[in-house]
């Protein structure tokens, strides 16, 4: 289960939100982000971002 911070930065990511763009609307560093990606991607069994992204989006559309 994804905690919180990781939910608003997945949030972000599936908004278009770069990692830049993360790292200043968090107002967190570089470590920070590549640790919670990292926590991410264990849990959703993927690899990247773009796989992440991919996952998302045929959730989304299951959903609807």
């Given at each position: 289960?994804?905690?919180y911070k990781e939910k608003e930065i997945l949030n972000l990511y599936v908004?278009?939100?770069s990692s830049k763009d993360i790292?200043?609307?968090l107002n967190i560093t570089d470590n920070t982000l590549k640790?919670?990606?990292r926590n991410i991607y264990?849990?959703?069994g993927v690899k990247s971002r773009k796989q992440l992204l991919m996952y998302m989006t045929l959730l989304?559309?299951?959903?609807s």
């Open positions: 289960m994804l905690i908004k278009g939100c790292l200043e609307t640790y919670h990606n264990s849990k959703l989304n559309n299951k959903r």
